[in-house]
């Protein structure tokens, strides 16, 4: 799957959340997400969905799977409505 497709804003952002501090989980599933057409440049590890705006996405780790959400609307209250794209295996 080309997830660059779901890149749709002027400067995405890509924030892995994946839960753990196995840095060896943490460099594969980057590289999981650059074989699947992500930039890695624009991949960070990050869990502060606030900071994440409309056209970005958001990588969660859940065994064994990486979970890939697109957001597609921000809130004025500051709810980040996101909805799951991918599924890859890690």
Known sequence: MDLS??????NPKVFLAPNTSDQDLVYRAKGRLVENGLRQEVIEVNYDMQQLSPGDL??????????????YEKKPSGIVKMKSVAMIKL
């Open 5 to 10: 497709q779901f890149l749709i804003s002027s």
């Open 58 to 71: 958001y990588v969660s780790y859940d065994p064994p799977d990486l979970v890939v959400r697109t957001v």
